[in-house]
């Protein structure tokens, strides 16, 4: 390995490592609020339909502004536009620790969904600039696994936080955080610029270039009438749907509908969260090795997603058991399945149009951020009833309609031939 390439790997090792942190910050004000939703609703006397009201907020204005998100993205650096979304969302995190009422706090939320959009088009716009198709689902696999990893030693943490500085305490430390890390993300980031940097861009990648031009209708039909593209949308809106469950409502099934103990949740809750961190690592280190083993994309790409999605079902399996290890084994075994699920990502690089990547992804989040709208909403209204039944075999019946739609909507996305032969050459050219 020349010292350039060394170079590089370092570079790359570090451009990981910031995205790594933005997706534990971008999770933490996500899911701070289902920490904190009990003690909101008994402050502000709130109902669950409320509650799931304040949950789906995030998503309402997450989703509207996914495709315009992704349009940006294609034109500013990722530099500049992820310092300023990440100082955005985080001071209004800040402020939620201020609200006094249902609709100020219902307003926050959008506006924290609407500055978080454009964030993860933008780690995948990182992603395809700084890495070779045949390491890119691990690299994806790496920063997702933020989202896993950051919640399982931060649930604990929040529960800390607000038992001892109250849910008000807990929004404003957490803002704080963020504003934090956005300047130390615009210090210290940069684009790949070198000769040695902008070889990642091999003859099989989705380009992810800064584009001047204006998008056209055409190019919309492009990723609006793609028949495997729509089966990678529907299936990112059930690999989400899990994910929305345990960022949302999770702990307070927890402790209002098991009667736990708030603290002792909030331990429990990182259990499930550590097995979805194995389970997102995993992923992708299994994906790629079998591309560089001569596997078909269709196989190693599909595989994990396809077993994820089917072990997702199990959560079903929580409605019929009361002792406490059971509900958490079906739980983790849940969410270890969606964590090998995500790394559906790796599909836009794989199925983009050329130079179309940015609003791609920014449909595909659109597409999976449905979720956070409507799983809140849904269980909200399914359990104020008292009962969470109907709502865990909801969850369950997401995910394995998204077990379908890779079946038979995306079918095969490559074969053993030319992708895998030439992507073998660039590998053993790296290594060498």
Do not use: H
Not at 112 to 133: H, K, L
Not at 308 to 316: A, E, K, Q, V, Y
């Amino acid at each position: 390995m020349t010292k350039n390439n060394k170079r590089y790997s370092k570079a790359r090792f570090r451009v990981l490592a910031f995205l790594f942190v933005n997706v534990i910050i971008n999770y933490m004000d996500r899911s701070n609020i289902s920490v904190a939703a009990t003690a909101i609703s008994s402050d502000l006397k709130l109902n669950t339909v409320e509650i799931g009201l304040i949950f789906s907020a995030f998503g309402w204005t997450y989703v509207s502004f996914q495709i315009p998100g992704g349009i940006i993205i294609d034109r500013l650096s990722p530099r500049v536009l992820y310092a300023i979304t990440l100082c955005s969302w985080s001071v209004v995190t800040l402020l939620q620790g201020i609200a006094r009422g249902f609709y100020l706090l219902l307003g926050l939320r959008m506006a924290t969904g609407m500055f978080e959009a454009p964030s993860y088009p933008i780690n995948n716009r990182v992603v395809s600039q700084w890495f070779p198709e045949n390491e890119r689902a691990s690299a994806i696999a790496v920063y997702t696994s933020g989202q896993f990893i950051g919640l399982a030693f931060l649930t604990p943490i929040l529960a800390l936080i607000q038992k001892y500085w109250g849910w008000r305490g807990l929004f404003i430390s957490t803002g704080l955080v963020g504003i934090t890390w956005g300047f130390v993300w615009y210090c210290f980031y940069r684009d790949p610029v070198t000769d040695d940097q902008l070889q990642v861009k091999d003859s099989n990648a989705a380009e992810a270039d800064t584009q001047s031009r204006k998008i056209t209708w055409k190019e919309f039909k492009q990723v609006l009438s793609n028949r495997k593209l729509w089966g990678i949308y529907l299936g990112q809106f059930a690999v989400t749907s899990t994910l929305w469950f345990f960022l949302t409502w999770f702990p307070t099934y927890l402790v209002k509908y098991r009667g736990f103990d708030f603290l002792k949740s909030g331990f429990l809750s990182s259990i499930p969260f550590l097995a979805a961190f194995a389970g997102v690592i995993l992923s992708g280190l299994i994906s790629d090795y079998l591309i560089k083993k001569g596997i078909s994309f269709n196989k190693a790409r599909k595989t994990p997603v396809i077993v994820g999605l089917l072990l997702s079902t199990l959560i079903i399996g929580a409605n019929y058991v009361s002792d406490t290890t059971l509900v958490i084994l079906f739980m983790t075994i849940a969410f270890f399945g969606n964590g090998l699920a995500s790394i559906a990502w790796v599909f836009v690089s794989l199925l983009a149009p050329k130079n179309l990547i940015g609003l791609t992804g920014g449909v595909f989040n659109f597409m999976g951020g449905l979720s956070s709208i409507v799983v809140p909403l849904v269980i909200g209204y399914l359990a104020k009833d008292g009962s969470f039944t109907s709502s865990i075999l909801f969850i369950g019946i997401l995910a394995f309609a998204g077990v379908l739609s890779y079946l038979f909507l995306v079918g095969d996305v490559g074969s053993s031939g030319r992708y895998n032969q030439d992507l073998k050459l660039l590998y053993d050219e790296r290594v060498s």
